[in-house]
């Protein structure tokens, strides 16, 4: 029995090899550095599932359909009442999505690449009381997302950055909620049942839910000078620190410099608040010290969810959406491994230790 399934090797897969050792990051064939440098969210979507679902892959065409889709899914956001508007944005997402006919065609999918892209920009207006923005199926996905979200047309360098982070996190290896996702497929369910598990699993504090608690965590410290002071106080009370740790990386988490970098060209055009980054680098040189220093036995070291808090804070994006937008960019993820385990898995059914008491005798 492996607690936690560490180091179980439960599936076979052409889609993503996550390098712990060497803090490498490979999306079918291609290192994370290389792709992240020129390729948009739909050229991921083609790279991810070429190959996996029957249908014309080529970015024209599959942009157009996609930007049709968005267009399609925008009227779902009707459905939205004041009881489920209380929710947190992922979980109106969940609802929404859980709408949706299940298929495994390509015309599924891309339905269920379109809806949490235009849920969630749709939800974070309504809860601000604000009316939503209807989707431009011209426009390339990252650009409508931010489009729908504040209205006008995004900057070039924000669209760029939004690219960055959705093709930087469309896919990570066998990471819970992919193997949720995996585990629904195996059973010959639909996409849109592997993806709605999928979020179930992504939305926890262990996985998606972290970049959140991040800007908490930088806001609660404050100023430079505090960090230190505080970051022992936190594991102190036994807390763990957000942005750090990972299960498989034992060395930085290559996202996190991708999304550091993607970061760059926004600051230099002057579109992050520089006193926020400059705290955020002197508290991840700081906490880095301090978990060397507490955790010797265990390499703890950036994860991608720290520098995900600066990137979508500088998009705009409240916390509280930042699940959602990492929901955004790992449909893809979740809908290439589904089809790769209907195309080829078997149905996944491990089996467990009974612990529990012996029926007594009769
Ligand atoms: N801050 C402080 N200590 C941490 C830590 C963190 N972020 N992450 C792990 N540790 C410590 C644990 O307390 C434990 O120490 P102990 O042996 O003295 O009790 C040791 O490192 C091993 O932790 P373990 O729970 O076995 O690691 P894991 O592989 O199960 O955890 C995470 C991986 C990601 C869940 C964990 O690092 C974490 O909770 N990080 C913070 C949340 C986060 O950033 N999540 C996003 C992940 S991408």
Redesign the pocket.
């Known amino acids: 029995m492996k607690n936690?399934l560490?180091d179980v090797i439960a599936a076979e897969t052409q889609l993503s090899d996550v390098d712990g050792e060497a803090g490498r990051l490979v999306i079918r064939g291609v290192s994370l550095e290389h792709l992240v440098d020129d390729a948009s969210y739909e050229d991921v979507v083609i790279l991810l599932l070429g190959g996996l679902i029957e249908g014309n892959l080529q970015k024209e065409e599959l942009r157009r359909r996609l930007g049709h889709m968005r267009t399609e899914v925008f009227a779902d956001i009707r459905t939205i009442d004041d009881h489920i508007l209380e929710l947190p944005p992922v979980d109106i997402m969940r609802a929404l999505i859980a709408r949706l006919p299940d298929g495994d065609d390509l015309e599924a999918a891309l339905r269920l690449l379109a809806a949490p892209a235009v849920f969630l920009p749709a939800i974070l207006r309504l809860k601000n009381g604000d009316k939503p923005i209807a989707p431009s199926s011209s426009l390339s996905q990252s650009a409508d997302i931010l489009a729908m979200l504040g209205g006008g047309l995004p900057s070039a360098e924000k669209v760029k950055a939004l690219d960055a982070y959705l093709v930087t996190i469309s896919d990570h290896g066998l990471n819970a909620s992919t193997f949720a996702s995996r585990v629904i497929a195996s059973t010959g369910a639909g996409l849109t049942s592997s993806v709605l598990g999928a979020i179930g699993a992504l939305k926890g504090?262990?996985?998606?839910g972290?970049p959140g608690p991040?800007l908490d965590m930088l806001d609660a410290i404050g100023t430079q000078e505090n960090a230190k002071a505080w970051l022992n106080q936190a594991?102190d009370r036994g807390?763990?620190?957000?942005?750090?740790?990972?299960?498989v990386y034992r060395v930085r988490?290559p996202r996190a410099d991708a999304l550091k970098l993607a970061l760059k060209p926004l600051i230099e055009a002057g579109q992050v608040d520089r006193e926020r980054t400059e705290l955020a680098s002197a508290v991840e040189q700081a906490a880095l010290a301090i978990?060397k220093e507490r955790?010797p036995?265990?390499p703890?070291d950036v994860?991608?969810?720290?520098y995900t808090a600066l990137l979508l804070d500088a998009l705009g994006f409240p916390r509280d959406a930042f699940t959602g937008v990492f929901a955004i960019g790992r449909t893809i993820g979740w809908i290439a491994h589904a089809r790769e385990q209907a195309l080829k898995g078997r149905l996944i059914r491990p089996r467990s230790v009974y612990v529990g008491p012996l029926p007594r005798a009769a």
């Open positions: 936690g560490e504090p262990l996985h998606g972290a991040v594991l807390e763990r620190l957000m942005g750090f740790g990972h299960r988490d978990l955790k036995d265990r703890l994860n991608v969810e720290f």
